[in-house]
């Protein structure tokens, strides 16, 4: 009796945060204006869309959330669909004319950032500070 009880404890110990369930709150900052949305992608360590949201914008700031996350590594990507097409709007030559940015606020130059640069550790609640490239 006294060794399932062990085995038990020892398995609660190592299977909690396996099982664990984690809360992300996301701010980004510096946007131009509140007109639109924020489109937002939450991937997991190996580039896999895990989520999508979308989020309104106040005082040029945004406030998103995910719940019920397990442990492990993530990435954000994110833009700012000003005119509300569902996509990161570019000029002839590529260029964002929308906000965006990266988890870690990556930066890249002439492209995105290497998605090893935007990925982070998630292991407890967490809440990102992000600014905007405009």
């Known amino acids: 009796m006294r060794k399932c009880i062990l085995i038990f ?14 809360n992300l709150e996301i701010e980004i900052s ?15 360590g190996k580039e896999t869309t895990v989520n999508q949201a979308m989020g309104d914008i106040k005082d040029n700031k945004c406030m998103l959330s995910f719940k019920n996350l397990k442990a492990g590594k993530y ?3 994110y833009f700012h669909d000003e005119n509300g097409n569902g996509e990161l709007d570019t000029n002839a ?17 002439f492209g ?23």
């Open 9 to 22: 404890c020892s398995l609660v110990f190592i299977s909690g945060p396996a099982f664990s369930q984690l």
């Open 30 to 44: 510096g946007i131009i204006n509140d007109k639109g949305k924020i489109m937002l992608q939450l991937y997991d």
């Open 93 to 109: 030559f590529g260029i964002p004319k929308e906000g965006y940015g990266f988890s870690n606020n990556a930066k890249g130059s």
């Open 75 to 77: 990435a954000i990507r």
């Open 112 to 134: 995105p950032p290497a998605f090893e640069k935007w990925i982070f550790d998630l292991n407890e609640n967490k809440k990102l500070a992000l600014k905007i490239n405009n």
